[in-house]
């Protein structure tokens, strides 16, 4: 089953920019990315008029979009889906998984705090592997700095595939 990394932490914490620096590090590294962006409010890709929206406007239920080196579908569905039902979706795709979200899901957290109280102000499940945050945590869990990207994906590495020589730490699953 593909590893699941879940950043969580209050809006306009920087979860987003963290994100691009940490899937920058593990392309880097050879490892092939997913990224799922948790949107409890819902959200919409299609633009009204376009073809796409043009379909499903007419009742499709699934609709794709494709091109020389992308591939989209948008697909109604009658509940929001899982994370297991959506890491399903990246399986033989993806070495790793990263969510922006799921609070509440029970996968491996990165929690990214603005200031101190947030993490008390949060709930959240699921074990911690790290704060990023310019605080300190209370609570024994390793502390990152924004700009520590290559030692967060160090953890990362280490927690999800084990403690292996440094040099299969570095490489993607897939390859070792």
Known sequence: MIPVVSFVGRSESGKTTLLEKVIGELKSRGYRVGVIK?????????HEGKDTWRFAQAGADVVAAASANQIAFIERVPQEPDLDQMRAL????ADIVLTEGFKTSNTAKILVLRQKQ??????????????????LSPDG????SPEEISDIVNL?????????????????????
Request: aromatic share 8%.
């Open 141 to 144: 869990i390793p502390v990152f």
């Open 118 to 135: 947030d993490r008390e102000q949060m709930s959240y499940s699921g074990e911690t592997l790290a704060t990023v945050s310019p605080h």
């Open 90 to 93: 990246f399986e033989g795709k």
């Open 38 to 46: 948790h949107t409890p409010h819902g959200f919409d890709i299609d």
């Open 156 to 176: 990362m590495v280490r927690q999800l595939w084990g403690q292996g020589q440094l040099t299969e730490l570095l490489l993607p699953a897939t390859l070792n």
